[in-house]
T-cell receptor
Framework: EADIYQTPRYLVIGTGKKITLECSQT?????MYWYQQDPGMELHLIHY???????EKGDLSSESTVSRIRTEHFPLTLESARPSHTSQYLC???????????FGSGTRLTVV | RKEVEQDPGPFNVPEGATVAFNCTYS??????FFWYRQDCRKEPKLLMS???SGNEDGRFTAQLNRASQYISLLIRDSKLSDSATYLC??????????????FGSGTQLTVLP
């Protein structure tokens, strides 16, 4: 039923590796977001995009980068993973902020 | 002042009880509001949208008081499946960073058998 997909669902990776977290949505939404959330804590916005070739950093400083080459695809890349990157990463999309966001199931990342 | 303030709880209520959560927001320009529920280790899911004074959907009622800048969520006849964290999320309604939704840490509810 989900119209927004994140892969992988779980990822355990070694320090220093480059990783890309995938996010795709089939709803044609222009706005897409990446949030980071630690267990029991609030969501922190790390990147957002309001359309193709538009990306901005969010409120939380992040060493990750994003790209938006196609409307439906908003991947997040960590060039060199560190243990401090261990967290859950949630992707969301929206047709407009007043309509709320639809979230993907998240990627739970562990860097060892 | 935080953009959103909620009592973190936890609220532990018996099945069938009525429970209410309050939420205050700091941005008086906020035009729309959302209640999300988030189950443990899952993604947030939209529960209700509030654009005017309130909204009702089955056992759930949201009320908005713009003068006092708070919104509430009332859950009647609580079910075990209502156990989750409830997030109050105002939309800034302004330009710049306030255009995104700000998620607080929410209120934890446990419905007991």
């Amino acid at each position: 039923e989900a119209d927004i997909y994140q892969t992988p669902r779980y990822l355990v990776i070694g320090t220093g590796k480059k990783i890309t977290l995938e996010c795709s949505q089939t709803m044609g939404h222009d706005k897409m977001y990446w949030y980071q959330q630690d267990p029991g804590m609030e969501l922190h916005l790390i990147h957002y995009s309001y359309g193709v070739n538009s990306t901005e950093k969010g409120d939380l400083s992040s060493e990750s980068t994003v790209s938006r080459i196609r409307t439906e695809h908003f991947p997040l890349t960590l060039e060199s993973a560190r243990p401090s990157h261990t967290s859950q990463y949630l992707c969301a999309s929206s047709p407009g902020d007043i309509y709320g966001y639809t979230f993907g199931s998240g990627t739970r990342l562990t860097v060892v | 002042r935080k953009e959103v303030e909620q009592d973190p709880g936890p609220f532990n209520v018996p099945e069938g009880a009525t429970v209410a959560f309050n939420c205050t927001y700091s941005n008086s320009a906020s035009q729309s509001f959302f209640w999300y529920r988030q189950d443990c280790r899952k993604e947030p899911k939209l529960l209700m949208s509030v654009y005017s004074s309130g909204n009702e959907d089955g056992r759930f009622t949201a009320q908005l008081n713009r003068a006092s800048q708070y919104i509430s969520l009332l859950i009647r006849d609580s079910k075990l499946s209502d156990s989750a964290t409830y997030l109050c999320v105002p939309h800034g309604g302004a330009s710049g960073s306030a255009r995104q939704l700000t998620f607080g840490s929410g209120t934890q509810l446990t419905v007991l058998p």
